[in-house]
């Protein structure tokens, strides 16, 4: 089958098949969840004569066996001394914020608790900065997590990279060095309502929760509202498909509260990393298209190092190169948006493990491994930016940023 007619398909399907990951290049892959009404596919003329394996035979016997529901549902301590939170399972986001908040008390010279806004249904979106107070001015770093609500294994092994890197200043020389010279910005859960209801209704929600113009197609992609190229393509104007991007740009209040955080730092943000699952790669600018910019070689670089020391101390291989060129075209992703309008030359999107075996579904014997990778990845990819030759005052920072008034 011609490569096009396998695109045309995805383009054609998008709306109403659950796709959860697809490697448009040679060698690539597709998942896609199908329902058993929907198994005629296999056999369409569309498909028939594409190979496939069957990754995964029943998705929710899957989910019945790596349950976090019942009583593997984090539960609220009822001992002022010990927390509710568990860093070896997943956590409800009520025991995430307040795990943050207990972290923040117990650091108090090395951390700062934010608040960027409040989603729809009232949750408070918190950042984590971490780094010496007295530095207000040095170099900062973001990473965020649960942008897409049934990505848990992101919010949990970012929780765990805070608490690395909490642990590690003044025990751990790299850490401390790293912390002593450079400000993180960490945003674990940025999809609070969408991550609830991931929990407490449907396991595999992806956006968040704002009602929209259909009354029983409620949320939007939050990865796919922000102000670049937005409606474009790899989006979609249709408010039930799971790639929805919102009436329009910004009008969600967890992408707006990113935004506006991020816009206030833009003069000294060193690099941007948004995490996400599956796939295990390390995607570089641009989503939205396929030219290449003029700062490739130095993003290639950074993957590089930074996928060389995911596979030194974890064993995993990771895949990098330009975002279009691994996966597929996307409009109004937050990494194209902090690249080409705040001009901070190192964007990335991490997609973590697995690669399908469970895909969404990772159990939580995956967290520890998978908090390894963010910490050795994005700790040499940040050393490599910051060595780099005016990392802070390149002719992209010299570009006229565009101011904006923000609206909650």
């Given at each position: 089958?011609?490569?096009?007619?396998?695109?045309?398909?995805?383009?054609?399907?998008?709306?109403?098949?659950?796709?959860?990951?697809?490697?448009?290049?040679?060698?690539?892959?597709?998942?896609?969840?199908?329902?058993?009404?929907?198994?005629?596919?296999?056999?369409?003329?569309?498909?028939?004569?594409?190979?496939?394996?069957?990754?995964?035979?029943?998705?929710?016997?899957?989910?019945?066996?790596?349950?976090?529901?019942?009583?593997?549902?984090?539960?609220?301590?009822?001992?002022?001394?010990?927390?509710?939170?568990?860093?070896?399972?997943?956590?409800?986001?009520?025991?995430?914020?307040?795990?943050?908040?207990?972290?923040?008390?117990?650091?108090?010279?090395?951390?700062?608790?934010?608040?960027?806004?409040?989603?729809?249904?009232?949750?408070?979106?918190?950042?984590?900065?971490?780094?010496?107070?007295?530095?207000?001015?040095?170099?900062?770093?973001?990473?965020?997590?649960?942008?897409?609500?049934?990505?848990?294994?992101?919010?949990?092994?970012?929780?765990?990279?805070?608490?690395?890197?909490?642990?590690?200043?003044?025990?751990?020389?790299?850490?401390?060095?790293?912390?002593?010279?450079?400000?993180f910005a960490i945003q674990p859960l940025a999809n609070p309502d969408g991550y609830a209801y991931s929990?407490?209704?449907?396991?595999?929600?992806r956006k968040n929760r704002s009602p929209t113009s259909v009354a029983w197609c409620k949320g939007v992609d939050l990865n796919r509202n922000f102000d670049i190229n937005f409606g474009g393509q790899g989006a979609s104007d249709f408010s039930c498909s799971e790639i929805y991007n919102g009436p329009n740009a910004f009008s969600e209040h967890e992408s707006k509260g990113i935004a506006r955080y991020l816009s206030s730092v833009r003069h000294k943000l060193l690099g941007y990393f948004s995490l996400h699952s599956y796939g295990q790669m390390w995607l570089t600018p641009l989503s939205y298209t396929r030219k290449k910019v003029t700062d490739r070689s130095e993003h290639l670089d950074v993957a590089h190092h930074a996928t060389r020391k995911i596979k030194e101390v974890t064993g995993q291989k990771y895949s990098y190169g330009p975002a279009t060129a691994l996966m597929y075209v996307t409009s109004g992703d937050s990494s194209d948006w902090v690249y080409s309008e705040l001009n901070c030359s190192h964007t990335y999107g991490i997609e973590l493990g697995d690669m399908g075996r469970y895909g969404f579904l990772l159990p939580a014997s995956h967290i520890k491994p998978t908090s390894k990778v963010i910490l050795s990845g994005v700790l040499a990819a940040v050393e490599v930016i910051a060595a780099g030759p005016d990392n802070l005052t390149t002719t992209r920072r010299q570009r006229k940023y565009k101011r904006r008034k923000w609206r909650n």
């Amino acid at each position: 089958m011609d490569v096009q007619d396998i695109l045309s398909f995805i383009a054609e399907t998008r709306d109403y098949l659950d796709y959860w990951q697809t490697e448009l290049h040679v060698g690539g892959h597709v998942d896609v969840r199908l329902s058993r009404q929907q198994d005629y596919l296999l056999s369409s003329q569309h498909l028939r004569n594409i190979s496939h394996t069957v990754q995964i035979e029943d998705v929710q016997k899957l989910l019945n066996k790596v349950s976090h529901f019942g009583g593997g549902r984090t539960k609220r301590s009822t001992s002022n001394r010990s927390p509710d939170y568990s860093y070896s399972r997943f956590n409800n986001p009520a025991a995430t914020h307040r795990e943050m908040y207990r972290l923040a008390a117990q650091y108090p010279n090395l951390t700062r608790l934010v608040g960027v806004g409040s989603t729809h249904q009232g949750r408070p979106l918190l950042v984590m900065e971490i780094g010496l107070k007295k530095e207000r001015n040095c170099p900062m770093v973001w990473v965020d997590g649960g942008l897409h609500a049934r990505e848990w294994i992101t919010v949990a092994a970012t929780m765990l990279f805070i608490k690395k890197l909490l642990e590690g200043y003044g025990s751990d020389p790299y850490i401390t060095t790293m912390l002593d010279s450079t400000k993180f910005a960490i945003q674990p859960l940025a999809n609070p309502d969408g991550y609830a209801y991931s929990w407490n209704s449907e396991r595999l929600w992806r956006k968040n929760r704002s009602p929209t113009s259909v009354a029983w197609c409620k949320g939007v992609d939050l990865n796919r509202n922000f102000d670049i190229n937005f409606g474009g393509q790899g989006a979609s104007d249709f408010s039930c498909s799971e790639i929805y991007n919102g009436p329009n740009a910004f009008s969600e209040h967890e992408s707006k509260g990113i935004a506006r955080y991020l816009s206030s730092v833009r003069h000294k943000l060193l690099g941007y990393f948004s995490l996400h699952s599956y796939g295990q790669m390390w995607l570089t600018p641009l989503s939205y298209t396929r030219k290449k910019v003029t700062d490739r070689s130095e993003h290639l670089d950074v993957a590089h190092h930074a996928t060389r020391k995911i596979k030194e101390v974890t064993g995993q291989k990771y895949s990098y190169g330009p975002a279009t060129a691994l996966m597929y075209v996307t409009s109004g992703d937050s990494s194209d948006w902090v690249y080409s309008e705040l001009n901070c030359s190192h964007t990335y999107g991490i997609e973590l493990g697995d690669m399908g075996r469970y895909g969404f579904l990772l159990p939580a014997s995956h967290i520890k491994p998978t908090s390894k990778v963010i910490l050795s990845g994005v700790l040499a990819a940040v050393e490599v930016i910051a060595a780099g030759p005016d990392n802070l005052t390149t002719t992209r920072r010299q570009r006229k940023y565009k101011r904006r008034k923000w609206r909650n």
